[in-house]
T-cell receptor
Framework: EAGVTQSPTHLIKTRGQQVTLRCSPISGHTSVYWYQQALGLGLQFLLWYDEGEERNRGNFPPRFSGRQFPNYSSELNVNALELEDSALYLC?????????????FGEGSRLTVL | AQSVTQLDSQVPVFEEAPVELRCNYSSSVSVYLFWYVQYPNQGLQLLLKYLSGSTLVKSINGFEAEFNKSQTSFHLRKPSVHISDTAEYFCAVSQTNFGNEKLTFGTGTRLTIIP
């Protein structure tokens, strides 16, 4: 069974540009989560989507947004990139039936903003 | 609000020596507790979890953690580490009445095994 897949794996952008990151959850999982892992800051919760709806968002500015498609895949969009947006962006999925906090992570998209 | 504290950002340990990675949490309600591991250049993988029942939980690769409610701790231990255990370890907590909505991670502990 395929795990959570993310694309692209690495990308470099410049300040002010926009970026779109993509995530495909494990088959059968309806919830997708996005986390930012910046150096020295641990994992910061960004967004949670379930059944196509945004259920919760972390303490990030509105230029961080996303969506979930009918096949449960998801996109994370970041507009007006800033240097501090450089980070590993991790996507995770879960089976909504077991709402215990156990998440399955992809390997991440590493964004570098110059 | 809940929080997780991993006091040690880096822990160097000699191969075959024991190790303890500390995790303390705060929460006003009942919790689920997790340890995730991130090997170099990979995403996070669940190492072990406490949901209910026995307070001592074990992973398939020799790690164990004990839920101590009175000390609000969930420390991770291994009696003898191997080079392959080199990774970053994250403690996480969620609320039993919210589950995935309220999953909070600690800042991580980087475990380095010295040959």
């Amino acid at each position: 069974e395929a795990g959570v897949t993310q694309s692209p794996t690495h990308l470099i952008k410049t300040r002010g540009q926009q970026v779109t990151l993509r995530c495909s959850p494990i088959s059968g999982h309806t919830s997708v989560y996005w986390y930012q892992q910046a150096l020295g800051l641990g994992l910061q919760f960004l967004l949670w989507y379930d059944e196509g709806e945004e259920r919760n968002r972390g303490n990030f500015p509105p230029r961080f947004s996303g969506r979930q498609f009918p096949n449960y895949s998801s996109e994370l969009n970041v507009n007006a990139l800033e240097l501090e947006d450089s980070a590993l962006y991790l996507c995770a999925s879960s089976d909504g039936t077991f709402n215990t906090g156990e998440l399955f992570f992809g390997e991440g998209s590493r964004l570098t903003v110059l | 609000a809940q929080s997780v504290t991993q006091l040690d950002s880096q822990v160097p340990v000699f191969e075959e020596a024991p190790v303890e990675l500390r995790c303390n949490y705060s929460s006003s309600v009942s919790v689920y507790l997790f340890w995730y591991v991130q090997y170099p250049n990979q995403g996070l993988q669940l190492l072990l979890k406490y949901l209910s029942g026995s307070t001592l939980v074990k992973s398939i690769n020799g790690f164990e953690a004990e839920f101590n409610k009175s000390q609000t701790s969930f420390h991770l231990r291994k009696p003898s580490v191997h080079i392959s255990d080199t990774a970053e370890y994250f403690c996480a907590v969620s609320q039993t009445n919210f589950g995935n909505e309220k999953l909070t991670f600690g800042t991580g502990t980087r475990l380095t095994i010295i040959p």
